[in-house]
């Protein structure tokens, strides 16, 4: 069963930036597609990063589009945020899923199987 463990999350002022990490404790996150989700209080759950399996292919929802940039290793993947914003401010969650098919991104929440605990982020002056 793999099992994801985010870190990197924190308190920090509006503009600036944080990095955050996915890991897999007991299996490396090669081969999986990964994408980073997050929920605000009040907010429904928002995907907001994606990337492929080999790492080829990124997408972000336009509210952080230019702003983060998502990138994996062969033992995490990461999340780095910058000009950060009020509106950040969420617990963010990764998630991962074996892929049906090559290099692809996964999009629909419904589709991942393993998710994290997540990480607290707050944006605040």
């Known amino acids: 069963q793999l099992q994801l463990v985010e870190s990197g999350g924190g308190l920090v002022q509006p503009g600036g930036s944080l990095r955050l990490s996915c890991a897999a404790s007991?299996?490396?996150?090669?081969?999986?597609?990964v994408g980073w989700f997050r929920q605000a209080p009040g907010k429904d759950r928002e995907g907001i990063s994606y990337i492929s399996s080999g790492g080829t292919l990124t997408k972000y929802a336009e509210s952080v589009k230019g702003r983060f940039t998502i990138s994996r290793d062969k033992v995490k993947v990461y999340l780095e945020m910058n000009s950060l914003k009020l509106e950040d401010t969420a617990v963010y969650y990764c998630?991962?899923?074996?892929?049906?098919?090559?290099?692809?991104?996964?999009?629909?929440?419904?589709?991942?199987?393993?998710w994290g605990q997540g990480t607290q982020v707050t944006v605040s002056s």
């Open positions: 007991r299996l490396p996150l090669d081969f999986y597609a």
């Open positions: 998630a991962a899923v074996w892929p049906m098919s090559g290099d692809v991104i996964v999009v629909d929440p419904d589709e991942y199987n393993h």
